[in-house]
């Protein structure tokens, strides 16, 4: 497991961030129902990324509150969000076969994570995402390419994830304020607007998939 931290990741006081991959083993540290859940996938790539996940978020939680793994009162909302009793959590993971990333965060305030691998990607995609006055985004990240795509796919989801809607709400719903040169920067922090408030947002590059964490100003 990575820590994402200081200064490639300023988050602030209370946010705590990690990304694992497959190679990570979850066994013996999932809960009852989490273990019945996973029983219920039909595909083992979806098996590896849930598991994967829960993982992350019970390591990392059980460092911030106290206790092992195991014990993390780590449940699920009727939205299906996942919840901890005393701190917002949020996990996102990705990946098929043996090549799966997981991503959780923990904090004091609402926080949502996303990743995604840089993939080939529909050239129009920007347009199901992008408002009108976010256009303009595009030019900065040196066009439409996959690479752009899909930081800004990434962006548009942690905040989505963070206010608990996800993409039901659209991504038009979230407004986007990013500094760029010509390309996508490995790393940088942005912010964002929507109907639940005001949002500011880290990301990075790690390999081939693009992280973003998303909290409440």
């Given amino acids: 497991m990575t820590d994402l931290d200081a200064p490639d990741w300023p988050f602030p006081p209370g946010l705590r961030a990690r990304l694992a991959t497959d190679s990570e083993d979850p066994a013996g540290l999932l809960s009852d129902a989490e273990r019945a859940r996973l029983a219920t996938f039909g595909h083992d790539s979806r098996r590896r990324q849930f598991a994967l996940g829960r993982l992350v978020a019970r390591t ?8 092992s793994p195991p014990t993390v009162d780590l449940g699920v909302a009727d939205d299906g969000a996942p919840t901890l009793p005393d701190a917002h959590v949020s996990i996102a993971h990705t990946g098929r076969g043996g090549d799966v990333a997981a991503l959780a965060a923990v904090a004091v305030v609402p926080v949502g994570v996303d990743l995604e691998r840089v993939a080939p990607r ?3 995609l920007w347009r199901r995402i992008l408002r009108p006055e976010e256009h303009g985004l595009l030019d900065a990240l040196g066009g439409p ?12 989801e942690a905040v989505l994830k963070a206010q608990r809607t996800g993409f039901r709400a659209g991504g038009q719903s979230v ?26 947002l880290a990301f990075g590059r790690e390999g081939d998939l693009w992280l973003a964490v998303a909290w409440a100003e």
């Fill in 60 to 67: 990392l939680a059980a460092e911030v509150g106290g206790g």
């Fill in 122 to 124: 529909r050239p129009d």
């Fill in 175 to 200: 407004h986007l304020g990013l500094k760029a040169d010509g390309a996508p920067p490995e790393r940088g922090l942005a912010t964002a607007a929507s109907g639940t408030g005001d949002w500011r």
């Fill in 145 to 156: 390419t996959d690479d752009a795509q899909t930081l800004l796919w990434v962006l548009k």
